[in-house]
């Protein structure tokens, strides 16, 4: 059993905002398919385990109930690795800036 | 308590905006089709004078317009014999939260607080999230964004994620959503819930608060005792950028300045697609907004759009994925500005208008947008990547949005390729033929349609001879 967050930490819940089925009428198949999620990021405020359903407090100070995802949600998103189709292109563009230039320090 | 599935709360839409921007737009009707778009901003919006002390008042606004003299450089290099205007560029990121948007939040929220409201809420997955939490945290107002981040197997898309992680730096709280476009519902039902105010993009404060943005190209230029701008190139989306900034120029006295917009083509991707959602590397200034909402704009969370792009419009060019891209790299290493690569739609496109343009004019980009994790090259190629979107050097003309982002391998790949804007107007009547249910047109209607698409009345005339 997932282990026990306590009240007043920082969460992330989901809701299912609109059940497949019952989706706006000009979403594409796919789209209609799947249901409307919501994911959003409060204190707790009780204890609770992930997957279970939990009230948070927002940072507006709103009430709001979900499924408790994520305690203490990791901002996912960095830069990754370089790329050589990128690291190049200075290089390069230098060259046609200094081409035809004569090298002062030559 | 009212009922809250999808289509009872699409249908008390308008008075939970009437409620939540404080505006009844009905006054402003003159028809099924026309009504008054000149009085409309003067009322409601804010002068030009009064926008700059707003803006002022929060450190909005005033952002340094740079001479790209390296890439000028460059740019004559490639180009014909005695072509190769002088490119600028408006360091927009230099507002408070980063990008242009600081400019329309900055009004937004200052009416918000003006008329009680106690909080402010927009609907946005871009830039104007983080602006309007800036500008709320400044004003003291409580802010909600409701953005669309997520696929069905919730992975969030890069550059939304950072929009979303900075909303929350300024203390918004931030209801982030899977793929569709119910998150206008999401957003009626938290208006609703809140009374708070809609910060809405497309209200006339937001777009009032952009003409500082044309007018500071105008009068910076001026200061500094060079022509008038023969073009300013400006990324489009929704509209408001290139509408408040073309209104900007006239008010300043620039109303000869080429209008541009510039978006990226991002063709045969569907919007409101699951599948689609993560097989794009640019969230927004794309097609996909840019020609949806020029040939309807009042598809927008208010009942008029006060961003009228057709109005104002003189050309509108797209750029390729990886051509954005070079280009941020360009401007990176040889101009030593590094920004996010979304705002930098339109100066790809400067890139290569300025080769067709003499050596003595002048060509303006007017945003930049910050930059960072997520919102930045690398992170947007290596996730196309990992979403099986092949990454290579070769000609972006072979770029498929979708399958492919092609880096061009030389500057003078770089294209602007010309949209025919008499087809996007075309299809401006033929929305509002449709979406009016009105079957003849004339008086009043046939003046403003005319204004709408920047028309004679005659050619209007001759235009909806031509629909079906």
């Known amino acids: 059993m997932a282990a026990i967050v306590n009240k007043g930490s920082w969460v992330q819940i989901y809701q299912v ?7 706006a009428p000009q979403v594409p198949d796919d789209t209609g398919r799947v249901p409307l999620e919501l994911r959003t990021k409060g204190f707790l405020l009780e204890d609770g385990r992930p997957g279970e359903e939990v009230m948070i407090t927002t940072y507006t100070g709103r009430r709001l109930k979900g499924i408790l995802e994520e305690p203490a949600p990791v901002y996912q998103h960095k830069f990754g690795r370089p790329l050589p189709e990128l690291l190049l292109i200075g290089k390069e563009l230098r060259a046609i800036l200094t081409e035809g230039v004569e090298d002062s320090a030559g | 308590m009212p009922a809250d599935d999808y289509q009872a709360v699409m249908a008390r839409k308008n008075q939970i905006m009437k409620k939540a921007v404080g505006l009844d737009y009905s006054r402003f009707s003159r028809s099924e089709i026309a009504f008054d778009y000149g009085r409309m901003m003067a009322e409601v919006g804010y002068s030009l004078a009064e926008i700059i002390k707003i803006q002022q008042a929060t450190g909005v606004g005033n952002t340094p317009l740079l001479e790209l003299k390296n890439l000028t450089a460059l740019v004559r290099k490639i180009a014909p014999r005695g072509k190769g205007a002088r490119i600028f560029l408006k360091d927009e990121a230099a507002n408070p939260s980063g990008s242009f948007k600081a400019r329309r939040a900055a009004v937004s929220v200052y009416h918000a607080e003006k008329n009680g409201y106690d ?5 946005t997955s871009g830039n104007y999230g983080a602006a309007v939490a800036s500008q709320a945290a400044m004003r003291n107002l409580k802010c909600i964004i409701v953005q669309e981040v997520f696929d069905r197997q919730g992975q969030g898309q890069p550059e939304i994620l950072e929009k979303g992680r900075k909303c929350e730096a300024y203390g918004a709280e931030v209801l982030q959503l899977s793929v569709g476009p119910e998150l206008f519902y999401t957003f009626l039902r938290v208006l609703e819930e809140t009374g708070y105010f809609n910060a809405s993009l497309y209200t006339p404060f937001g ?5 500082t943005l044309g007018a500071e190209i105008a009068t910076q230029l001026r200061a500094r005792g060079e022509r008038e701008a023969d073009a300013v190139v400006i990324t ?39 599948r689609d959602f993560n097989r794009k590397s640019f969230t927004t200034g794309h097609t996909g907004f840019g020609v949806p909402f020029a040939s309807w704009p009042d598809r927008a969370d208010v009942p008029r759009n006060a961003a009228r792009a057709l109005r104002y419009i003189d050309r509108y060019v797209t750029v390729k994925q990886g051509e954005v891209f070079y280009l941020t790299e360009a401007l990176a290493q040889l101009e030593g500005l590094e920004r996010g690569p979304a705002g930098n739609t339109s100066l790809a496109a400067a890139f290569a208008l300025a080769q067709t343009m003499e050596q003595g004019q002048i060509i303006v980009v007017q945003e930049t947008e910050y930059t960072g994790a997520g919102k930045h090259p690398l992170a947007q190629l290596n996730f196309a990547r990992e979403n099986g979107i092949r990454v290579e050097r070769g000609n972006p003309d072979l770029e498929k949005a979708g399958e492919s982002v092609i880096i061009p391998e030389r500057p003078e790949q770089i294209k602007a390729r010309e949209l025919d804007l008499d087809r996007i107007k075309l299809s401006y009547l033929k929305n509002i033929l ?13 003046v403003f349609l ?19």
């Open chain 2, 434 to 446: 449709k979406n009016t249910g009105v079957k003849k047109i004339e008086g009043e209607d046939l």
């Open chain 2, 207 to 211: 777009i009032a608060g952009v003409e």
């Open chain 2, 119 to 123: 909080g402010v809420v927009a609907a």
């Open chain 2, 236 to 274: 489009h989306a929704g509209g408001g950028n290139l509408t408040g900034t073309a209104r900007g120029l006239i008010k300043a006295n620039s109303g000869k300045t080429k209008i541009i917009g510039a978006s990226v083509d991002l063709s045969g991707l569907h919007m409101a697609s699951d």
């Open chain 1, 17 to 23: 905002i609109l059940p497949a089925g019952q989706r």
């Open chain 2, 450 to 468: 005319a204004e709408e698409i920047k028309k004679s009345i005659a050619e209007v005339r001759a235009m909806l001879n031509r629909l079906p």
